[in-house]
């Protein structure tokens, strides 16, 4: 069991508008996100807790996070405020706990502070991207036309507030699910569930994507499900009755992105949608994996479904396999990224299938297109590009260190050793996978 980790998101608010910020998309944690001040509690937070009848009922420690918060990310002296009368009140509002399928987990204490007038906050733009104060039921309308990126809890606190503005206490903010029945699955951009079945991935991830995305009136897809085992499977398939489902896309033939596709589809009777290259891959393993199931080849340029009225198409991303396909939406509110970058882990470029001159030319394609949100099949979506960036930067630094290797004379297995040492050794093989293709790239590029 993973550690928890106290932390505090404080809920600012003026009438019936609230202060929320959008993270900076360059962030490791959370990037693009919408949410309020706060952050880690730390050891000695207690100091900063100021006794007054406003408080007293409150933890000291948790709420001397909030003034230390406030403090460094709004240039505002709390206590100060609470002493001049411009806070009305402070109340505990909520709870979330990150549930127990994340390797790391807080949990997070909301505060609600209601202002008496707004307080001209000096902001940390190395965290705030963009800030301001509106009403709840706006932020609501953003999220439900798919401009806001939000985790759970923070939406349930829009949610509460878009009802009901005066309301000050909430309790349970947490994920609802019952993991011994159902998958965990979150909705952090509206219109794209994130289900998340146990498979058999490469560590550390222990989970697949599989994302149901598809307005009412269009298909619903189910993207890449690919639960590991016969009791996975029965609570993948309590999940998707919840939503119900039309059909099933598979990115690519590695078996944790269509493990038991075959059985879902003839259980629920789903065509399978999929790239040729992935359907002979998987033939050549699997010789009847696909009899009696109806199968549709997807090209570059088709349109799959509609998310909130826009068309969703598919895009060839070859590099880490000859055959990913990737989907997006027309306005370019977010893209499926497959296993072009990993949000846990890294991607492994190995095998026939892979090359890293096609996967150096995709990440420059989908950076250029400049999609607003990215998922992974791996993680959870990140706001921007920035992760796809530095995925095509590190490759290149690595390029550079397998030339200055290979021109030192070092063979793929000795460069292994120098470049990988402080990696675990069970990922060796997929390291000096990587490497070798580093090397076929030099080579065709007649740079050695």
């Not at 948790?62 to 001049?84: M, P, S, T, Y």
């Not at 947490?174 to 569930?193: A, C, D, H, M, T």
């Not at 950076?367 to 590009?385: A, D, K, Y």
Request: a negative charge.
């Amino acid at each position: 069991m993973s550690k928890i980790i106290d932390a505090v998101s404080v809920i600012l608010t003026c009438g019936d508008e609230i202060f929320a910020i959008q993270r900076q998309n360059f962030l490791t944690a959370f990037p693009g996100y919408w949410a309020f001040p706060g952050g880690k509690v730390e050891k000695n937070d207690s100091d900063f807790f100021s006794h007054c009848p406003l408080t007293d009922a409150l933890d000291s420690r948790l709420f001397g996070a909030v003034v230390r918060e406030i403090q460094e990310e709004l240039g505002v002296d709390l206590n100060h405020e609470i002493k001049q009368g411009i806070v009305r009140s402070c109340h505990f509002f909520g709870l979330a706990v990150t549930p127990d399928f994340n390797p790391l987990r807080f949990a997070t204490h909301f505060f609600k502070i209601e202002l008496t007038k707004k307080i001209p906050f000096i902001v940390d733009t190395n965290e705030a991207r963009l800030f301001e104060w509106l009403k709840a039921e706006t932020l609501l309308n953003r999220y439900e036309k798919g401009q806001l990126l939000a985790v759970p809890p923070v939406i349930k606190v829009i949610q509460a507030l878009s009802e009901t503005p005066e309301i000050t206490h909430v309790g349970d903010l947490n994920i609802s699910y019952n993991g011994e029945e159902f998958v965990p699955y979150i909705e952090s951009l509206k219109g794209i569930r994130q289900i998340m079945p146990l498979s058999h991935t490469l560590p550390p991830a222990t989970r697949t994507n599989a994302f149901l995305i598809g307005d009412h009136v269009a298909k619903k897809i189910i993207v890449d499900p690919s639960p590991k085992d016969e009791v996975e499977y029965r609570k993948f398939k309590k999940t998707l009755h919840l939503f119900g489902v039309d059909q099933i896309l598979i990115t690519h033939h590695h078996p944790d992105h269509f493990e038991m596709s075959n059985v879902l589809a003839r259980e629920f009777n789903l065509p399978i949608l999929l790239s040729q290259y992935t359907k002979d891959k998987i033939l050549t393993k699997y010789p009847d994996y696909f009899d009696d199931l109806n199968v549709t080849i997807l090209k570059d340029g088709d349109v799959v479904t509609t998310w909130l009225g826009h068309d969703v198409l598919v895009m060839e991303v070859p590099g880490h396999d000859e055959g990913q396909i990737a989907l997006y939406s027309e306005d370019l509110s977010w893209f499926l990224a497959g296993d072009l970058f990993q949000g846990i882990g890294t991607v492994v470029i190995g095998g026939d299938e892979g090359d890293m001159s096609k996967y150096f030319s995709t990440l420059s394609k989908v950076i250029n297109l400049g999609p607003r949100i990215v998922f992974p099949s791996h993680g959870i979506g990140l706001g921007g590009t920035t992760i796809l960036e530095k995925t095509l930067n590190h490759r290149k630094e690595r390029e550079a260190q397998v030339f200055a290797l290979h021109t030192e004379g070092l063979t793929p297995e000795e460069m292994l050793e120098r470049l990988y040492a402080e990696v675990d050794k069970a990922l060796w093989p997929y390291a000096l996978q990587n490497i070798k293709k580093h090397l076929q790239k030099l080579k065709s590029e007649n740079r050695i």
